[in-house]
């Protein structure tokens, strides 16, 4: 039975043992400590993604309506839905306990203090928003907040900003001089891990849009709480026949066809739901309200931490089983004077459990001075809080428990198991060849550090790829002026002055540019009769007679758009998947019809002359493939792009300042387009820098085991080598003899990390339209540098023990 004496004695032993083998203590507490760092900082990474919108009462019942459209061969899946949607899904399902629409807005100028404010983060949303999500209350009626027109509701930040504290409700805020809202409610923030950002929240109400009861028209991100206890199933089977009951009569008016033979000529108009807690980690969707995460670098990274900290205890049982020959005699007294196998294992496992809590206590503090930098590579804004540290503690501990007990159970059991008397007599010795669970062990460290490897090198190369592919523009030397909408009617002459700045080569006005998320789409048919057999279902951007030539495309076909021909008003340009969608050959002269409803729900057929054909340019990430669009002429004051001369830029720069405030003091924002395009695959370039800096520390950490294991099988070989020095072998030999077993399981490594690296790094470029082809030679390069480094450790040792005096070694003899 153990005692609390027992207990203290097994605790003093361990100490006492530890600190005598300093040199095998601080190698099992450095890898320890590096694998549970690297752990620690991958699992706040992944609670972080995993804990979505969870702050939500209500989140297990919160579904978001999805809508999905399929028309001739356009598919499109959208996060929005049609305006009358929601109220109608309350009014005709029981099940369904309350609802709610929310919709992004363009940006907003705020003055405060004669400064002119642009906010981003501005939302409408119905009143039942706060029934819905859980957005507590500091000030103000949740109940009446939201009902009436022109009433807002502001973040804590937001009032504090403006009203300089939180008792801001009753007062007014004017957006772009001519829209006042009264504020109704001060809320607290919403949190980060939200797949939404607002600082205002808008009454519905106020946006004219929202009363509409088109079925035909998508744009409002739509959200149903359901009663406990609710049949989802049973409600989504029931969405066809609900959607046919009130979309048919727009359906047939907008294609010519009732719902029966739309759906059985393969189109199809459907609503899903989705879990509010896992929007954030599904694939983004057309209309979403923030940028969506990515489950697969979820799970990739919480393999690397798993086996990041595999890899940290199979040191840990490599190195205890190879100290087996010097810790046998110890282990033979102490059973010849008594102590049973049972004690043995427990002291052994409280030496283990003690270096591993030693090294959680380094990791915590390690992982807490490198979460600011991990934030900043992973773009997050992680801190360790009171709630933190509730989980974490618990964990941490059990953790440590968990790694001890695994980590020392077999040199507990190896070393216990040893007979006293082989081992008093001299018989016992264990060397490298000895264990082949050690052997095994050392195969799987490399294994992971090869893969690690050649995942780095492959995601490099795919970036690399990425960043030179002609994409069909040219993003270089390009500045984007933000939001120019914000100059009202300057705006277009603001464009006017630019083009006369010298270094300016030319400049376009719109919101949709390749690299900017504006998006918009409309169905087009190639006859007046709508068929939708002869439908495209194209993005749609509005652009003027400068974008072509300022953004680097090629016309193909026809030609530009020309200020001087008034009848491009109504002309189009297509890009060539466009026109492969039509079945054109040579599509100019071409007519489009496309059908718009007008303020008074009147429908009018608008024909669209096509007069060019553009090369196909990429202006989604090149996870997806190039999609159909049809460019017409026409005014949307998103975005300016300039092209200029590199060597004016420094004098150019201020100059387009000057100007802007000259119309209009401050909100001046810019970007280069070279630097939007990257931001597009900030998620790649990411996982790329975490595939290397964590394959560097498997490598480090596998190359402290095998350091650890080279000095104890140069150590179980003095005498060997010492024998062997004095009978004539050289340098060279004795190190190639300690290494050669070393090489072998390193090899071994490469062969069966070379096929589970290919088999990974093909299902992750499978998720991009556009890919390299894994080659041979990235193997073969990861192999090579494995095995360098392996060498370069093993060498370390074995030239030290090659080099001894074989005097010292065979004394004894």
């Known amino acids: 039975m153990i005692n609390k004496a027992m207990i203290r004695n097994y605790i003093k032993t361990a100490y006492r043992s530890l600190k005598k083998n300093k040199g095998f203590t601080a190698l099992n507490v450095l890898g320890l400590a590096l694998g549970l760092t690297a752990f620690l900082l991958i699992v706040l990474y992944v609670v972080d993604e995993l804990s979505y919108d969870r702050y939500n009462t209500?989140?297990?019942?919160?579904?978001?309506?999805?809508?999905?459209?399929?028309?001739?061969?356009?598919?499109?899946?959208?996060?929005?839905?049609?305006?009358?949607?929601?109220?109608?899904?309350?009014?005709?399902?029981?099940?369904i306990e309350n609802v709610v629409r929310l919709k992004k807005a363009d940006s907003f100028r705020i003055k405060k203090n004669g400064q002119t404010i642009l906010e981003d983060n501005v939302i409408y949303a119905d009143p039942s928003i706060f029934d819905v999500f859980t957005l507590p209350i500091i000030s103000g009626n949740a109940h009446t907040a939201l009902k009436e027109p022109n009433s807002i509701v502001l973040t804590e930040s937001s009032a504090k900003k403006y009203f300089?504290?939180?008792?801001?409700?009753?007062?007014?805020?004017?957006?772009?001089?001519?829209?006042?809202?009264?504020?109704?409610?001060?809320?607290?923030?919403?949190?980060?891990?939200?797949?939404?950002?607002?600082?205002?929240?808008?009454?519905?109400?106020?946006?004219?849009?929202?009363?509409?009861?088109?079925?035909l028209r998508s744009n409002y991100n739509t959200y149903v709480l359901f009663k406990k206890g609710a049949d989802l199933q049973k409600l989504q089977a029931a969405f066809p026949a609900f959607l046919r009951k009130y979309s048919t009569s727009e359906l047939e008016k907008a294609l010519h066809l009732n719902y029966e033979q739309f759906e059985k000529s393969g189109s199809y108009f459907r609503l899903n739901l989705i879990k509010l807690t896992g929007i954030h980690l599904s694939p983004s969707l057309s209309g979403e309200l923030d940028k969506n995460g990515n489950i697969q670098y979820v799970y990739i990274f919480s393999i690397i931490a798993l086996f990041t900290l595999l890899i940290a205890c199979v040191n840990f049982m490599n190195l205890s089983t190879a100290r087996s020959s010097s810790r046998a005699r110890e282990v033979g007294v102490r059973k010849v004077l008594g102590s049973s196998r049972q004690h043995?294992?427990?002291?052994?496992?409280?030496?283990?459990?003690?270096?591993?809590?030693?090294?959680?206590?380094?990791?915590?503090?390690?992982?807490?001075?490198?979460?600011?930098?991990?934030?900043?590579l992973a773009r997050k804004e992680i801190a360790v809080t009171t709630q933190t540290i509730t989980w974490m503690l618990p964990a941490l501990l059990g953790i440590v428990l968990f790694i001890g007990v695994l980590a020392g159970s077999y040199p507990a059991f190896f070393l216990s198991g040893f007979q006293p008397v082989q081992v008093l007599k001299g018989k016992f010795s264990t060397g490298f060849k000895g264990s082949w669970l050690r052997n095994l062990l050392v195969v799987f460290q490399f294994f992971v550090s090869i893969v690690l490897i050649i995942g780095t090198i492959i995601v490099y190369n795919q970036l690399n790829y990425i960043q030179n592919r002609d994409l069909g523009y040219n993003r270089n030397q390009v500045m984007v002026v933000k939001k120019p909408f914000v100059l009202g009617k300057q705006a277009g002459v603001f464009k006017q002055m630019v083009k006369q700045l010298p270094g300016v080569i030319n400049a376009t006005t719109s919101g949709f540019l390749p690299t900017s998320t504006n998006r918009n789409t409309s169905i087009f048919y190639k006859e007046a009769t709508q068929d939708q057999k002869n439908a495209i279902f194209p993005q749609v951007w509005y652009v003027d007679n400068d974008y072509i030539n300022t953004l680097g495309m090629k016309i193909v076909g026809g030609r530009d758009f020309s200020a001087q021909l008034t009848t491009d008003s109504m002309a189009v340009i297509l890009n060539e998947t466009a026109v492969k969608f039509l079945g054109y050959h040579d599509p100019v002269g071409k007519i489009l019809y496309k059908s718009e409803v007008d303020a008074q729900n009147i429908t009018h057929l608008l024909q669209y002359h096509v007069v060019g054909v553009v090369k196909d340019f990429n202006f989604t990430s090149?996870?997806?493939?190039?999609?159909?669009?049809?460019?017409?002429?026409?005014r949307d004051d998103g975005n300016l792009a300039i092209r200029f001369n590199a060597a004016s830029l420094p004098v150019l720069l201020p100059q387009i300042e000057a100007i802007w405030n000259k119309l209009s003091p401050g909100n001046f924002e810019y970007s280069f387009m070279n630097a939007d395009f990257e931001y597009t695959y900030r998620a790649e370039q990411r996982t790329g820098l975490i595939f290397m800096i964590f394959a560097i520390l498997a490598i480090v950490i596998a190359c402290l085991?095998?350091?650890?294991?080279?000095?104890?099988?140069?150590?179980?070989?003095?005498k060997e080598i010492g024998i062997r020095k004095v009978l004539g072998a050289g340098v060279y030999t004795i190190v190639a003899m300690l290494s050669k077993n070393f090489v072998k399981l390193v090899l071994v490594s490469i062969v069966i990390a070379t096929p589970v690296a290919w088999f990974m790094m093909q299902g992750w470029l499978l998720d991009f339209a556009y890919r390299i082809s894994i080659q041979w030679w990235v193997f073969v390069a990861a192999g090579f540098i494995a095995l360098f480094i392996a060498v370069i450790t093993i060498s370390f040792q074995s030239v030290r023990a090659a080099v001894a005096n074989p005097v010292r070694s065979l004394r004894s003899e």
């Open 58 to 95: 209500n989140a297990d019942r919160i579904y978001r309506v999805n809508e999905d459209l399929k028309l001739g061969n356009n598919t499109v899946q959208y996060a929005v839905c049609m305006p009358p949607l929601a109220q109608t899904l309350k009014a005709d399902f029981p099940d």
């Open 164 to 215: 300089n504290g939180i008792n801001a409700v009753g007062q007014t805020l004017t957006f772009n001089d001519d829209k006042t809202y009264k504020v109704t409610a001060v809320i607290h923030d919403i949190p980060k891990q939200s797949h939404f950002k607002a600082d205002f929240l808008i009454s519905m109400s106020s946006f004219a849009d929202a009363q509409t009861l088109q079925w």
């Open 344 to 376: 043995l294992i427990a002291q052994f496992l409280t030496e283990s459990v003690m270096v591993t809590l030693v090294a959680a206590v380094i990791a915590c503090g390690a992982a807490i001075i490198l979460l600011p930098a991990f934030n900043n």
């Open 622 to 634: 090149l996870h997806e493939g190039i999609k159909p669009v049809t460019m017409i002429l026409g």
């Open 705 to 718: 085991g095998l350091f650890g294991l080279a000095a104890y099988a140069a150590e179980q070989r003095t």
